[in-house]
């Protein structure tokens, strides 16, 4: 039987790398060598999408012959059909893999409840942490190990495509670059300051839950029947 560490306390960073430290273990290299591509291959779809219009009209205004307009229209849309195929694909390749992962960490949390003093698992302290425990694991991809690492993977796209936009942007007018630059952090701010208040207010809805599953657990008892 084990005893639970009431000391250990881990920050954002060190949560991300155990999740994917966790990760390689249970499903191996297969996610990191597909993550990247799905990282480039989602840059590029909307680069693609939003250039498409202008290559169309500069083949449309342009002097060639109608053949040769055909085939650079028929390639270039060809092309973007294909990413948005292979994005499609890898999309729901990560979103499995992610699943799977979080199923099988599942395991590992249930076998480690098995093992833990009955009086730590009972205590206050202890239905804290099966309680948050639990949340990060069965709340699905909004939450938990799943969303960190998911979430990862947008921020790594989100700053890539924030980077490729400004540049393309700065050629068109520096105004949009500035708006493009400021949108971002405005979203950030308010998204830091959305997780801090939650931060904040955790500890406040643990023990609702803890109560909650209480009360469930007791309504089904066959004693309270009448």
Known sequence: ?????????????????????????????????????????????????????????????????????????????TVLCLLQFILKRLEIRIINETFIFRIKLASEFVNKNISIFYEDAESP??????????????????????AIINESSNLVINILGLIVYSFVAASLSPIIMVLLIISPIARLAVTKSNIEWTNRHKEDWTPINVKMEYLEKECLNIKHGK
């Open 125 to 146: 302290e202890g239905k804290k942490k099966f309680t948050k425990a639990a949340t990060a694991i069965y709340s699905g991809d909004d939450i938990g190990v799943e």
């Open 1 to 77: 039987m084990k005893k639970i560490n009431k000391s250990i306390k881990y920050n954002l960073i060190e949560n991300v790398f155990f999740c994917y430290k966790k990760l390689k273990c249970y499903m191996g290299s297969k996610y990191f060598i597909i993550t990247p591509i799905f990282i480039l291959v989602s840059v590029l779809v909307p680069f693609f999408t939003a250039v498409l219009p202008s290559i169309v009209i500069s083949v449309l205004t342009s002097k060639w012959e109608v053949s040769r307009m055909l085939l650079i229209v028929s390639i270039t849309t």
